[in-house]
């Protein structure tokens, strides 16, 4: 009778803790986690061994697949750059969204030093200069990283 309690309670149990959902990266990897929620271009989920809240970027993930249902949602679209004059299909992200991407070894610093120029103005050509820095290298996306009010620099990330 205690065997057959104990899986009773096994097969009653299982599901609830396997994972619910498959995240299909843009690199082709595949990782089977329990999804939570979808907020600020990051997905939070966790996996079914260990029941602590982790993040990826939703730049990272192609497609989130329901595994029971095996219905697939869109995430996100792979960003293709091709070149230098594709400089505007480099995204700025923020530094939190880069979870699940590859830093890449070209980091960027720039001096913000320019006489007679707003603040904004002169960031705004910095960007614009690091975007098309990024698009040469075929890199799709840039994270800015302000040192100081004279000095910036920038990392780049890729998937």
Do not use: C, W
Not at 30 to 55: A, C, H, M, P, R
Not at 123 to 148: C, D, H, M, T, W
């Amino acid at each position: 009778m205690r065997t057959f309690i104990t899986l009773l309670f096994l097969a009653i149990a299982t599901p609830f803790f396997a994972q619910s959902h498959v995240l299909v990266k843009h690199n082709g990897e595949k990782l089977n986690v329990n999804y939570i929620k979808t907020d600020n271009n990051l997905i939070y989920f966790n996996s079914g061994k260990e029941q602590v809240e982790q993040t990826i970027s939703t730049f990272a993930v192609a497609e989130l697949i329901n595994a029971t249902t095996n219905a697939a949602t869109k995430v996100s679209d792979k960003i293709v750059v091709s070149g230098e004059q594709d400089y505007n299909k480099v995204i700025v992200i923020a530094p939190n969204a880069t979870t699940g991407l590859s830093s890449t070894a070209n980091d960027s610093k720039f001096l913000n030093r320019v006489k007679g120029q707003t603040p904004l103005a002169v960031q705004q050509q910095n960007i614009i200069a690091l975007k098309r820095k990024a698009a040469k290298e075929g890199i799709p996306f840039v994270s800015l990283a302000q040192n100081n009010r004279a000095e910036s620099s920038a990392t780049m990330y890729t998937y």
